[in-house]
């Protein structure tokens, strides 16, 4: 057993005791030195006996937290080198800026002589308790300071020699100081570069955490985890300030000591803690996270590092919030709601009706159903509502139903988990649901979405809950719904082919928007609009309609509605080069479709005694509805029956 080297046999006990027994030899210190000696003896110290104070627990609580991440970053540079770099009779203190010791280390000989002198965590090194002492220089003179063992006023600190650097950081008001300390007869001089070195590895330290804070809150909704693995502990290194905002807890602290703190090992994150513990590579894992009894489901990614050097191992983790992804998923795909109240045209007082019913849905939260025919503008009008209502701020989704076979349309509406079925994205899939959480979903077509379908749909809109193609994560969602069909939705339910309890729960409010033959005062009105959006598009001068072109469009049907005027205001400019629209173009227009199944009234003209087409283009214009093209045709539904018959139209129907 070696026996431990007594540091106050090294002293210069002497030198001490003249210091402060004749002025004169006090005069011969340097000027901070003598100066602070000078207001020390006018102090009531007993410089014999006197120790470092010890703070109350209380107050050392609070020291420890507000110099968290200072002790956290000086132990890792320092406990490492240290260990590497044993050197004998040599120790290592770090102060705060209030003259707390926060940290200190070193061999066996400097720690014991520390504990005989009562030098330990929480001492504050006041000038008003021991005298002068390093830390009271150094902090004075904000710069590299150097102490001999017998120029500190109290006799506890004369068997070192101290070499003090300032720390200084931009959060802290006055800087701190790490010093190396020396068995007293080690001087050297070259040892206060080392303190300087050191100070300045913590600052670096400092500055690459501060980089890694800016470069890991510089998206909204995702932040970055550090986890330092070494000890056997899932020890926080690193925090982004976005990582509370995604778990959506206060701030309490900038710098917890272990993962635990924020995140319990509770059978609830199981998931979770399966991945910090795995030390393995995950893309897009979705996790669900309890956290004060609130749930939060999270997109997790994480990579495992090893650092030989320092012998450090652990992992990364980058967490994103849902509705970032969302957000992002939404910026790419295009899922945005452009249109407003101010974009829906039409003045007639079939559409003003149309408008003011949608304005007053849009304010509550019901589920809304639009009803209409292909090309009325069900799509415009549920942009409208969603920008009219309180989830304006919030992303709009849209999914045509009639789009994707029924396997594809449960992954597109719910999403899927890496490996969920053959040909699955790596990393799965979210889901139109999820993308649209908190903010709208709009089902387009909903009377082609399959019967079994339906059934789920309905569950996850009663639940608000939903689970991923191939997944066990109940994710929680807060969606508003606007459906919209052109089918007879009544008709579909009397023949089974649509739920009823589905459509009660997507029908709370219902809203019929009129074919554009039933509000013709509107047809002008979208004429002109278009010719100047497809004029601008296609970098030609705005055309104008003849007299007899606007009587034309006028009187036409338009069975397919808004749409078919836009196609056929198109298709003119398009390939005229006279900026006059004419009843002619529009004749030209219709009679070079392959199928001529309807045309203007100036065009069925032609062909008024050609029964046959007349029916054809009943038929058309009501969507095969026979009661109403035969009302149409001024025909008894047998005799219309009869006529289809002779002409052999009974099998096309």
């Known amino acids: 057993m070696i026996e431990l080297v007594n540091w106050d046999s090294y002293a210069n006990l002497a030198r001490w005791e003249t210091l402060h027994t004749d002025p004169k030899e006090c005069n011969t210190l340097i000027g901070a030195i003598r100066y602070s000696w000078q207001r020390s003896a006018a102090l009531p110290i007993d410089y014999w006996n006197a120790r470092p104070e010890q703070t109350s627990a209380t107050e050392l609580h609070k020291v420890i937290s507000k110099t968290k991440e200072l002790c956290a970053y000086t132990k890792s540079l320092l406990d490492k080198l240290l260990d590497q770099n044993r050197v004998r009779n040599t120790g290592v203190i770090l102060f705060s800026p209030d003259g707390f010791l926060l940290f200190l280390n070193g061999d066996k000989y400097f720690m014991s002589w520390a504990e005989e002198n009562g030098i330990k965590v929480g001492n504050r090194w006041s000038e008003e308790v021991i005298g002068t002492n390093i830390f009271s220089i150094g902090v004075k003179r904000a710069e590299a300071t150097m102490l001999k063992g017998e120029e500190n006023y109290s006799r506890c600190l004369i068997g070192g020699n101290y070499y003090f650097a300032p720390i200084s950081l931009d959060n802290m008001d006055s800087p701190g100081g790490i010093t190396i300390v020396v068995r007293a007869d080690k001087h050297n001089e070259f040892m206060v570069n080392i303190a300087v070195t050191l100070a300045r590895a913590i600052e670096l330290q400092f500055f690459w955490a501060g980089m890694f804070q800016i470069y890991s809150d510089i998206s909204e909704g995702s932040g970055t985890l550090v986890i330092d693995q070494s000890q056997g502990r899932n020890e926080i290194s690193l925090i982004s300030d976005e990582i509370y905002n995604v778990f959506g807890i206060p701030r309490k602290k900038r710098f917890s000591e272990d993962l635990e703190s924020i995140i319990d090992p509770l059978p609830a994150n199981a998931a979770f803690w399966n991945i910090v513990r795995g030390k393995t590579k995950i893309y897009d894992k979705t996790v669900k996270i ?223 928007i009129p074919p554009l033959r039933e509000r013709r005062d509107d047809i002008l009105q979208f004429a002109e609009h278009y010719i100047n959006v497809i004029c601008k598009r296609v970098g030609k001068q705005p055309y104008v309609l003849t007299k007899n072109a606007r009587k034309a469009l006028y009187e036409y049907d338009w069975p397919g509605n808004i749409r078919e005027l836009q196609n056929l205001l198109e298709g003119i400019i398009s390939t005229q080069e006279k900026p006059d629209i004419d009843a002619r173009a529009i004749k030209d227009y219709f009679s070079s479709a392959v199928h001529i199944t309807h045309s203007p009234v100036f065009v069925q003209k032609a062909y008024e005694n050609d029964e046959k087409q007349k029916i054809e283009h009943a038929l058309h214009m009501f969507r095969s509805n026979r009661v109403k093209a035969a009302a149409y045709l001024g025909l008894s539904r047998s005799t219309l029956y009869r006529r289809m018959r002779e002409y052999g139209m009974l099998d096309n129907g």
């Open 290 to 512: 309890t956290i004060d009894r609130k749930s939060v489901v999270v997109n997790v990614n994480a990579s495992p590092f090893h650092e030989s050097r320092f012998n450090m191992i652990g992992i990364v983790l980058n967490i994103s919030s849902i509705k970032r992804i969302n957000k992002l998923v939404s910026l790419y795909a295009g899922n945005t709601a452009h249109f407003t109240f101010n974009n829906v045209i039409g003045d007639s007082d079939e559409m003003r009706r149309v408008i003011q019913r949608s304005k007053n849905a849009a304010c509550s939260n019901g589920s809304i159903l639009l009803l209409g025919e292909s090309g009325v503008g069900k799509d415009v009008i549920a942009q409208a509502i969603h920008n009219h209502s309180y989830r304006k701020d919030h992303i709009f989704v849209a999914l045509n139903c009639a789009a994707f076979s029924k396997e594809l349309i449960i992954s597109e509406l719910f999403g899927y988990e890496d490996g969920a079925f053959t040909g699955a994205k790596k990393g799965g899939s979210i889901g139109k649901f999820e993308m649209a959480n908190n903010g709208t979903l709009f089902l387009d077509e909903i009377g082609d979405m399959p019967s079994d379908l339906q059934a789920v749909l309905l569950r996850v809109i009663e639940e608000q809950a939903l689970r991923r193609v191939g997944g066990n994560v109940i994710i929680p969602v807060n969606v508003r719904i606007i459906a919209a069909t052109n089918k007879n939705i009544y008709e579909q339910i009397r023949q089974g082919s649509f739920r009823e309890d589905l459509f009660y729960r997507l029908g709370v409010i219902r809203i019929q």
